[in-house]
């Protein structure tokens, strides 16, 4: 089986500048999160998608966070502008119904 | 208070020993609990679900106690490839997502 893609592995930006960072989940898995882990921190959640519909996005900061799942499978998450508390692993994680979610590798920002 | 707190280690054992973890959480509502294994910048992995009657998995056992919110898990005859950080996750009803705590970080030498 394959596994949830994430793309790209690392990323390397100054404040205030854009990023995006692409996920791909597990075929059929309908419930999809992105997590973010700053170092030495367990991961935390930025928001959940049930299909292409938000379930909590309730800890996205929502003036510089956004995501989408337009079409109910791979998903976009942006920054913009960064900040360089922003610094961190950026995972995606899906689940067939919202239970033990699969992570894929992570995206690593550094932004200086 | 933290939903989801643990043991702030780190935890240095020897190949062989018997290590346990703690975790204790705030939610009583919360209904799915897990442990997760993640190594040194690797993504978390599931280790295995708990289960309020206890379960083991070779050398793992967890424990859940609902009345105290207290989750535990055992690891006996330690091994070098035991070395990672154990995340305490912890899950509302259906639909919600899961709650990590900060981690436990494990490590076994010769």
């Known amino acids: 089986e394959a596994g949830v893609a994430q793309s790209p592995r690392y990323k390397i930006i100054e404040k205030r500048q854009s990023v995006a960072f692409w996920c791909n989940p597990i075929?059929?898995?309908?419930?999809l999160y992105w997590y973010q882990q700053i170092l030495g921190q367990g991961p935390k959640l930025l928001i959940q998608?049930?299909?292409?519909?938000?379930?909590?996005d309730s800890q996205l900061p929502k003036d510089r966070f956004s995501a989408e799942r337009l079409k109910g499978v791979d998903s976009t998450l942006k920054i913009q502008p960064a900040k360089l508390e922003d610094s961190a692993v950026y995972l995606c994680?899906?689940?067939?119904?919202?239970?033990?979610?699969?992570f894929g590798p992570g995206t690593r920002l550094t932004v200086l | 208070r933290k939903e989801v707190e643990q043991d702030p280690g780190p935890f240095n054992v020897p190949e062989g020993a018997t290590v346990a973890f703690n975790c204790t959480y705030s939610n009583s509502a919360s209904q799915s609990f897990f442990w997760y294994r993640q190594d040194c910048r690797k993504e978390p992995k599931l280790l295995m679900s708990?289960?309020?009657s206890g379960n083991e998995d070779g050398r793992f056992t967890a424990q859940l106690n609902r009345a105290s919110q207290y989750i535990s898990l055992l690891i006996r005859d330690s091994k070098l490839s035991d070395s990672a950080t154990y995340l305490c996750?912890?899950?509302?009803?259906?639909?919600?997502?899961?709650?990590f705590g900060k981690g436990t970080t494990l490590s076994v030498s010769s």
């Open positions: 708990v289960y309020s």
């Open positions: 998608f049930q299909n292409n519909g938000v379930v909590d």
């Open positions: 075929s059929g898995h309908a419930t």
């Open positions: 994680a899906s689940s067939v119904s919202g239970g033990a979610g699969l």
């Open positions: 996750v912890v899950k509302g009803q259906a639909g919600t997502a899961l709650i």
